[in-house]
């Protein structure tokens, strides 16, 4: 057994989080590590809310609360939010505990003795008529590599180029619109890339034949254009007062103390049990493998400052094997937008359909090579066809007929044939591809390959024809629905890391529960398709899942601008 370390790029507090949000990390990272629990490794899988910089004060101050009150208020909603989905985080924390604020000290004062901290007087944006400084991503301006218009002041999303606030041109404040922005002189503190590139670039060699290419490329651009000083410290209220004398007044930047937060969630987790020690995952830690979830935009922080950041303090943190970046999806081919009521955004989604029906078609079409595009049309055609017409109406079938020819319970049947062995020799041969296509984190691979093992559940029932074979030989047609019971249990098993609840219901209809279910590890068909006994009682009740109707495609179109795009 394997100590696997998950963590996904924590949600920041300030909004609700859409759809490709789920899919750009939080949801893969959720299947992965479910997966890696069936497989019998020991898995720890932390997220949490980021809590600190200007959008949680101006949130705040939107809604007229303490801004303490207003992450409270949010870290709430995404713990309900992320729950509805059936995330199974086994802590989900904030970049705000006091846990943290103890382990961003310590890396701090490491780095600053090692001699990785720079000072640094800098220019920085002030808002005359907002009366702050404004943080980087609250500076919206042109981009000067790319000529984005709607570039940020810390990262053009379009071209990917770290940038700072003073780069962009004709720039505004994000807050309120003013473009009445003085640059003013302050001293902050800076983490002395430079100094560490050695080190960093020596790492990153070790990664290159096993990170996807969508973040070893990123990494890699970034140290050939060279690496500059990363200023970690803000004009802030709200975020860890900075522990050195004269800066007292300054607080951390968000991006030095967020991917800290992994450690520090992970001591919160930690101290909620005296049988736990963070450090056995992160400091000194033996045998651990960790794999990252972000999206694209992410990658530069955790490729490339959060290693620096690590090494820097020459002491031996855990650092990230493999880190898994995915591409955007959007809505209809433009931007999910809460304020324009455009998409549709995952508190809405969990309250229209199923927490599985979401999960399986974002997961089928995830963004890992390039961007995909959400739309409703997709959505119920796959749901139709996948879910309820390949998955769903096999287990019906099955029950239903079973119930009908021989009663409510596993049949007893006789041998199997050759045309038996054939099927699960299929199913085993496909089994052992979605679980290579799930270790290589290949997710829409993955998918494809479990939507072909329910097809040929029904191309065997199609090709056996039980219904003709019991007027002439029931011990035969026993035989076949007796395979066909134990593959919808086949099927709860390896559906399980992705659609959990579907997984649930199915067992139920047996009278067990996912606890039942085998570990993948070493997983037999031959032997899986043997475990319902005969006479084990079965109760086909609801379908497992239910059409999208052309009436139901429409609402949510109109509902969510779907038709205005």
Avoid at 260 to 281: H, L, M, P
């Amino acid at each position: 057994m394997s100590k696997i370390l998950i963590t996904s790029a924590l949600p920041y507090i300030n909004g609700v989080p859409h759809l490709g949000h789920m899919v750009g990390c939080l949801l893969p990272s959720d299947v992965y590590a479910r997966y890696m629990r069936m497989m019998g490794n020991e898995v720890l899988y932390i997220c949490g809310t980021d809590e600190h910089g200007t959008a949680s004060e101006v949130g705040a101050l939107k809604e007229g609360l303490p801004v303490e009150d207003y992450c409270n208020k949010y870290h709430e909603s995404h713990r309900k939010t992320y729950k509805d989905f059936n995330l199974s985080f086994d802590y989900f924390g904030r970049s705000s505990s006091e846990q943290n604020k103890e382990i961003v000290y310590h890396i701090f004062e490491h780095l600053d003795k090692n001699g990785f901290i720079a000072e640094k007087t800098m220019k920085q944006v002030y808002s005359v008529d907002d009366k702050m400084f404004l943080a980087d991503r609250y500076i919206t301006g042109t981009c000067p590599h790319c000529g984005y218009e709607k570039a940020r002041g810390d990262q053009c999303e379009n071209c990917t180029k770290i940038l700072e606030p003073t780069d962009l041109i004709n720039p505004r404040s994000t807050v309120s619109g003013s473009t009445n922005l003085e640059v003013r002189e302050t001293k902050h503190l800076f983490l002395n890339l430079p100094k560490i590139e050695e080190k960093l670039t020596e790492w990153l060699k070790t990664k290159e034949a096993f990170w996807p290419d969508v973040a070893y490329s990123i990494a890699k651009k970034w140290v050939k254009e060279g690496l500059q000083p990363r200023c970690i410290t803000r004009d802030l209220k709200w975020g860890f007062p900075v522990n050195k004398e004269g800066y007292e007044n300054k607080v951390f930047y968000v991006w030095f103390d967020a991917p800290i937060a992994y450690i520090g969630i992970t001591k919160q987790w930690s101290d909620e049990s005296a049988e736990r020690n963070w450090k056995d995952w992160w400091l000194d830690a033996k045998d651990v493998h960790y794999v990252e979830f972000m999206g694209k935009d992410n990658v530069p922080y955790h490729s490339i400052t959060f290693p620096a950041t690590l090494l820097g303090t020459g002491e031996n943190w855990t650092k990230v094997d493999y880190l898994k970046g995915f591409s955007y999806l959007t809505y209809e081919g433009g931007k999910f937008s809460k304020s324009e009521h455009r998409g549709i955004f995952a508190d809405d989604a969990i309250k229209e359909f199923p927490a599985d029906y979401w999960r399986y078609w974002l997961m089928a079409n995830a963004p890992e090579a390039s961007d995909s595009s959400f739309s409703f049309e997709s959505f119920a055609a796959t749901v139709n066809k996948d879910l309820n017409g390949v998955l769903g109406n096999f287990a019906q079938r099955v029950m239903k007929m079973t119930a009908s020819k021989l009663g409510s319970f596993v049949p007893q049947g006789g041998d199997m044939t050759e045309v038996d062995e054939e099927f699960i020799k299929t199913l085993q041969d496909r089994a052992d591809d979605y679980f290579k296509y799930l270790n290589q984190l290949e997710f829409r691979k993955a998918i494809n390959e479990l939507r072909a093992i329910w097809v040929e559940g029904n191309n065997y029932i199609t090709k056996t024809e039980p219904w003709t074979v019991i007027k002439e030989d029931e011990v035969r047609a026993a035989t076949i629905l007796r395979i066909c019971l134990n593959t919808v249990r086949i099927y709860a098993a390896l559906s399980a890391p992705l659609m959990p609840d579907t997984a649930e219901k199915i067992m139920k209809k047996f009278n067990l529960s996912t606890d039942d279910l085998p570990l993948l590890k070493d997983f037999s068909v031959s032997k899986e398709i043997n475990a319902l006994k005969a006479g084990t009682p079965f109760e086909a009740g609801e379908a497992l899942f239910e059409r999208i109707t052309p009436e139901q495609l429409a609402e949510m179109q109109q509902k969510y601008g779907g038709q205005n795009v």
